[in-house]
């Protein structure tokens, strides 16, 4: 006799309900205590993030206090991923401060203030974001490839661990407009103007991080920065020239529009759109590769909504730009966390250091912040993606050139050199389309690549061709001559060409331009004596050339379902 089937395993959802009816209840508190665990885990990589990320934005710590409470928040009520940890990020930080720098700091003689610009710069960063959802435009997130998604973190983290060095050397810049390069030159070739104290504080906590790390479960980051404000009070390094953050001043949390005018919102937009790609790019790749690990399901267009509504709060509460980080949202998921209750653990803990906690940060030495930012990081320096692209053999040229884009052109012109590669390497794919032609299987009705398949025939006098790529304006007018040029090579054939079959299975519709290029290759073959048949074509394609080109194209007899009946028809 079969045993009956074992039930579903229940969401988190209603195994707390099954708890309350008290059907699960020890499950329901094993899945809280995790939970809370998770959240404390958490709470201990975030805090001291957000003090690291306020510095690379170059704004007070209680900016990112404000913007990671106000993420946690939203993200835990709204959000869909049980795992995505929404706050400050090393990625948006450094580009929002690059953005906001270029505007403020060239027109410094007009008076703008580089907080309010860079609050302008995370407001529309956020309209834009909740724009697209209401366009259901989720999908565009695509079109910033994976390697150079890779490439730019990769030269992101290069750039921002470079840039600690001054902080964890205690050395001081004779400026501030240095490029990574530069900095990197000038802090190598100035070893003697070292800070010795500030160096050894710097070692110490990187010791203590690495011993710590080997207890995953601990705080790792916040315990050696608890550590380092102990002995910065208890011992007085700044009486050793070790330089401390400084007082610290607590969330105002009022509402206030930035106050600006027409033309440098206008500006602002403009700078807000690569912003808006890295949050969305970056967030989105986090909670999908956490989605699809743990078998879940979520939507670009709601996670749109949410990330837009979290940076919109944010920076009406004047808060940085938020995103899902993948190293807390992974770390989040790591700790055992099996709801959006870890997030909102991680909240309250978040809240009660704000409240009783915050003037203690003072006391933290500047080395030891250098030193979180780059264990922070450390993760990104990984260059395993890299090496992975690399062996496939594809894309190298993206990988490379956006590392070297950050490198050489600086965070936010390199988002935008990045961004820039990405779609010049999907254009040319479009617009350099692949022309196969296909031959029969003996005995069959599957057409198949010749050349591929040694065994597939041709059929005589009928030419088969498949574009490999969707015909489009920039891609029709390469693929029309492509078949003039092949017909003109079998001109001197003994037996000649009658009929071409072009098979339009990648082609779902066809613009203006595309159009009009097939129309035009209908009446050079006919002028040629030749004809024209349509295979694989879809519906949309068929009612548009039936609507232009009813006597030609359009009409019946001249397009069908598969490649097999096209053959046939040009045989009869």
Not at 218 to 240: I, N, Q, Y
Not at 285 to 299: E, H, Y
Request: proline share 6%; aromatic share 6%.
């Amino acid at each position: 006799m079969a045993s009956p089937p074992k039930p579903s395993p229940l969401p988190p959802a209603d195994a707390v309900i099954e708890g309350w009816r008290g059907h699960s209840t020890w499950r329901v508190r094993k899945l809280s205590r995790r939970d809370v665990v998770a959240g404390l885990c958490v709470a201990g990589l975030l805090l001291p993030e957000a003090v690291a990320y306020a510095g690379l934005a170059h704004l007070p710590v209680t900016h990112a206090l404000v913007a990671m409470v106000v993420g946690l928040a939203v993200y835990a009520l709204f959000g869909g991923s049980r795992f995505a940890v929404v706050a400050p990020t090393s990625s948006t930080a450094s580009l929002s401060a690059a953005a906001a720098w270029s505007l403020s700091g060239g027109a410094s003689a007009g008076g703008l203030d580089y907080a309010t610009v860079l609050m302008a710069l995370t407001l529309s960063a956020g309209a834009m974001l909740c724009l697209l959802a209401a366009a259901r435009q989720g999908q565009l997130s695509a079109y910033v490839s994976r390697p150079v998604l890779r490439g730019f973190a990769f030269g992101l983290a290069i750039t921002i661990v470079v840039r600690q060095l001054p902080d964890a050397l205690g050395l001081t810049l004779p400026s501030q407009g240095q490029s990574t390069l530069q900095l990197l030159g000038y802090t190598l070739s100035h070893v003697d103007r070292w800070h010795l104290p500030s160096l050894g504080v710097a070692v110490l906590a990187g010791v203590g991080l690495v011993v710590l790390r080997r207890w995953p479960a601990w705080p790792a980051s916040l315990l050696v920065m608890l550590g380092a404000m102990l002995a910065s009070r208890g011992l007085g390094l700044e009486g050793w020239g070790v330089q401390s953050v400084g007082a610290l001043a607590a969330p105002s949390w009022h509402w206030q529009m930035p106050a600006l005018s027409l033309d440098v919102w206008l500006h602002v937009v403009e700078l807000a759109f690569g912003l808006l790609i890295l949050v969305f790019a970056e967030s989105w790749g986090s909670i999908r590769s956490l989605a699809l690990a743990q078998g879940d399901r979520v939507d670009a267009n709601r996670e749109l909504w949410v990330l837009g509504g979290c940076n919109v709060v944010s920076a009406l509460l004047q808060g940085m730009p938020v995103g899902a980080g993948f190293s807390a949202s992974a770390a989040n998921a790591a700790s055992g966390a099996t709801s959006k209750a870890a997030a909102a653990c991680a909240l309250v803990v978040v809240g009660i250091v704000m409240v009783w906690a915050l003037p203690e940060l003072r006391w933290l030495p500047r080395p030891v912040l250098a030193v979180a930012v780059i264990a922070a990081l450390w993760h990104a320096l990984n260059p395993r993606p890299l090496r992975d692209v690399w062996r496939m053999n594809r894309d190298r040229e993206l990988v490379v050139g956006s590392v070297l884009a950050v490198l050489l052109l600086g965070v936010l012109h390199g988002m935008l050199a990045a961004i820039g590669l990405s779609l010049l390497a999907s254009l040319r794919r479009f617009s350099q389309p692949v022309l196969h032609e296909l031959g029969r299987l003996d005995g069959s009705d599957h057409f198949v690549v010749l050349g591929t398949h040694p065994d597939a025939l041709t059929t005589p006098g009928v030419m088969v061709l498949r574009p490999e790529e969707p015909l489009f304006f920039a891609s029709a007018e390469r693929v029309v001559g492509e078949v003039s040029r092949r017909l003109h090579a079998l001109d001197a054939a003994p037996q000649g060409v009658h009929t071409v079959v072009l098979s339009l299975e990648e082609t779902a519709d066809l613009d203006s331009t595309a159009a009009e290029c097939l129309l035009e290759l209908d009446r050079h073959l006919q002028r040629q004596g030749q004809r024209l048949l349509l295979s694989r074509v879809k519906d949309p394609v068929r009612e548009l050339l039936t609507r232009c080109d009813p006597p030609g194209l359009g009409a019946q007899g001249r397009m069908f379902m598969s490649v097999a009946d096209a053959v046939r028809a040009s045989q009869r």
